[in-house]
């Protein structure tokens, strides 16, 4: 099979890029797609030429690091398909492939297919985890799961972080994203001493890292290789509900806005939020031994 | 966890306690998310598509007659009586709309400014698989329906435009609506905008239930035929009154 490729070249997350036209021959129907892009990278380094740089790990679809746009699709089309396990005989001889990063303004391009996923790393350590005491082992089945608990959330750890819902989302939202990584958590016992907080910080972190808002177009579902459901989204909005009408003996905390890196070349509102921030940390430095002597 | 919140409730700065105050006021907080922003949205939606329900079946009263609608229109303003004056039932509901459309509309530009900054590269080449006309007609369908909101008020509310001076007179709906449709510029205006009201039904009612959680895989698809259902009608029920004058069947 012959391929003519159009694939996205940027050199680094400064300089601008463009797209470059590329002819892949030799390419069988079980090859996958990135070993077609091997294929291709091998003829680019014989000439000389910088290889089309994209990001792989596992190849058998469970790790979450490959995945960019195909004639505009995530991951390429195939339903519940990561692009490392689409092969090649789902295209057609001849076919021309428009080969593009995920944009979106949180996940900037570091080069040519590879973007920087650092936003979906923040909004986990927002509160996705379980503060567990890590002695020993607790006994197998200490803690009872009901077994339709244990199912929504194994579906939900499905996810792999790959993007690909942000990428598709005509919003640049990651709901999905988030409400897997929340449904996982707060549907089982372990998760639930910490569920509010939870929920309410890893959505505010989610606006914190200039995602866009769902308007439930069911994109991300489509194009998910883990075929995360929309349902989640649904669940996720009613823990935030949760936590918003629960009483808390201490006010629940939202992640700073300012630990971000991309906070300064945000939109208006979060600019005025930033500079007052700068201005209460000269008022912290300036008055700082005083909350060690409040603390009683 | 516990070692960031102690860290937070000891610190008296500036900063901490403006962090919590977003916090503490647990409605701010939740406005402050976007997911808050968009419960909201479907709230008000609720009240909203209960309201252009009630309004469709109340102009359907007009195919009964002028004494049917004309009275009708009484009742509005008499119901309640005599514990509520007259009208007084009338402005209550008519500002708990106006609450729900300001939150409505303010949610909704603040999330579309959000979601469009978003994504300040666009894609070369871009396939959506899965989404609607409807729902990529929210937004613009959604302007088109406030922009009719504001004619159709001081149309055949007000009567302050579209009809010759003194041709409307208050209370004389069958008249008034008889005599307002026979322009068929305005008769075409109520149809499109209609249109465009049945376009954000058609996903508005669903995104609704999707929003507030009632929305699974099992029944996802009953939900989007019921919401397409109700939006049909809406969009019949309401056209119905301006072919029928346009056609001559009310005079």
């Keep these: 099979m012959t391929f003519t490729l159009k694939v996205w070249r940027q050199h680094s997350a400064d300089e601008p890029g463009r797209f470059v036209s590329y002819q892949v021959k030799n390419v069988t129907p079980d090859m996958s797609f990135l070993e077609m892009l091997d294929a291709l990278n091998e003829d680019l380094i014989s000439r000389q030429e910088p290889p089309v740089a994209f990001e792989h790990d596992c190849r058998e679809g469970i790790c979450g690091s490959c995945g960019f746009l195909i004639n505009g699709v995530a991951h390429g089309g195939q339903r519940g398909t990561t692009v490392c396990q689409l092969a090649m005989r789902f295209f057609k001889n001849g076919d021309a492939l428009t080969l593009e990063p995920w944009r979106a303004r949180a996940f900037p391009v570091i080069r040519d297919l590879i973007v920087n996923r650092s936003a979906f790393d923040r909004i986990i350590q927002a509160g996705g985890f379980i503060s567990a005491p890590t002695g020993t082992a607790p006994a197998a089945n200490a803690i009872l799961v009901p077994k339709e608990d244990a199912d929504t959330a194994f579906d939900a750890a499905a996810c792999i972080g790959c993007g690909a819902c942000v990428a598709a989302c005509p919003n640049a939202s990651a709901m999905l994203f988030t409400s897997a990584k929340i449904t996982h958590l707060n549907s089982l016992p372990q998760g639930q001493p910490q569920r509010d907080q939870r929920t309410l910080s890893m959505v505010a972190e989610m606006r914190n890292e200039l995602f866009g808002s769902c308007t439930n177009h069911g994109e991300c579902e489509a194009v998910c290789p883990k075929r995360i459901p929309l349902e989640f989204i649904g669940k996720m909005n009613r823990d935030l509900m949760r936590a918003a009408w629960h009483w808390h003996r201490e006010p629940l905390v939202i992640p700073s806005l300012v630990q971000l890196p991309s906070a300064e070349d945000s939109h208006e509102q979060f600019h005025e939020e930033v500079r007052i921030h700068e201005e209460d940390q000269a008022h912290v430095e300036a008055e700082s031994p005083e909350p060690a002597a409040t603390r009683r | ?251």
């Design chain 2, 1 to 251: 966890m516990a070692s960031n919140t102690n860290s937070i409730s000891v610190h008296s700065t500036a900063n901490v306690a403006r962090q919590r105050v977003a916090v503490s006021h647990g409605a701010l907080a939740f406005w402050h998310t976007m997911i808050g922003k968009k419960v909201i949205m479907a709230v008000t939606g609720v009240v909203l598509v209960g309201f252009v329900v009630a309004h469709m079946l109340g102009n359907l009263k007009i195919f009964s007659g002028p004494d049917e609608i004309n009275a009708y229109s009484r009742f509005l303003r008499e119901v309640g009586s005599p514990e509520l004056a007259y009208g007084q039932l009338l402005w209550i509901v008519r500002t708990v709309l106006l609450i729900c459309v300001a939150l409505h509309i303010t949610a909704a530009v603040q999330l579309s400014r959000m979601s469009w900054a978003a994504r300040p590269v666009k894609y070369d080449v871009k396939r959506n698989v899965e989404t609607t006309f409807a729902a990529r007609m929210m937004r613009w369908g959604g302007v088109l329906v406030v922009a009719f909101i504001i004619f159709h008020l001081l149309h055949l509310t007000l009567g302050a435009i579209g009809f010759r001076p003194g041709q409307f007179t208050h209370l004389a709906v069958y008249l008034n609506v008889t005599a307002a449709f026979k322009v068929w510029p305005v008769a075409l205006f109520y149809i499109v905008a209609m249109g465009a009201l049945c376009l954000h039904l058609d996903h508005g009612i669903w995104s609704m239930l999707q929003t507030l959680g009632w929305n699974t895989a099992r029944n996802e698809k009953q939900l989007k035929i019921a919401s397409r259902a109700i939006a049909v009608v809406v969009f019949l029920g309401f056209s119905s009154v301006p072919v029928s004058v346009w056609a001559g069947w009310l005079h």
